[in-house]
């Protein structure tokens, strides 16, 4: 679940889980989320989430609402960015709000190189270092979308379909194994060559 965290205040460290639907911000008590914090007013701001977007409302507050530091009467409030009510920070830590990313369309996509290692889904020839843990299409580092979060790490979408991407371990070699006539040759060179020296020396 959407959650908001936050960051400074009488409630700093606190969390808000954000259900779906409207939940209202606010000093008063019949808010549903209620500030002990004298810039935040009686009735701030709604947060409304519909369609796995986030939504923030402002409700006429005294010293405003912002995004980002941008003062705001509704907007869409987006992964890593910072909500103020009044002297109030909080921020939006998790990434579930549905984001448009446009699919690429590969051409002919193969899935492994010719060392055996995997391929970009959508660069052929090219090493795939990250994989989408929902789809688990292999990309390489340009295609993966990334979004900075606030105080964490960022955050590595699926350029088709919007998952989590995680990275791929370095890919493994196999070394040829020899044959055991090459093995055996390779032995009784190495005795003969040895023998051989001895003979001269002496």
Request: hydrophobic share 35%; net charge positive.
């Amino acid at each position: 679940m959407p959650q908001l965290a936050i960051k400074s205040g009488s409630r700093a460290a606190q969390t808000i889980e954000l259900p779906s639907g409207t939940i209202r911000l606010g000093r008063d008590s019949t808010n549903d989320f209620c500030f002990d914090d004298a810039t935040v007013s009686s009735r701030h701001c709604e947060v409304i989430l519909q369609d796995g977007t986030v939504r923030i409302h402002d409700l006429g507050s005294t010293n405003g609402t912002f995004i980002d530091g941008q003062q705001i009467k509704e907007a869409v409030l987006l992964p890593g960015q910072t909500l103020n009510l009044g002297s109030v920070e909080i921020a939006f830590e998790d990434a579930l709000a549905h984001i448009a990313i446009p699919a690429l369309t590969p051409q002919q996509p193969n899935p492994f190189l010719a060392d055996g290692a995997p391929a970009c889904y959508n660069h052929s020839g090219s090493h795939a270092t990250m994989e989408c843990a929902q789809c688990s299409k292999t990309f390489c580092e340009l295609c993966v979308h990334q979004i900075r979060r606030m105080g964490g790490a960022s955050l590595k979408l699926c350029p088709v379909c919007g998952g989590h991407c995680q990275s791929l371990g370095q890919p493994k070699v196999e070394k040829k194994r020899k044959s055991r006539i090459s093995s055996w040759l390779g032995k009784l060179t190495a005795k003969m060559t040895g023998r051989l020296t001895r003979t001269i020396l002496s």
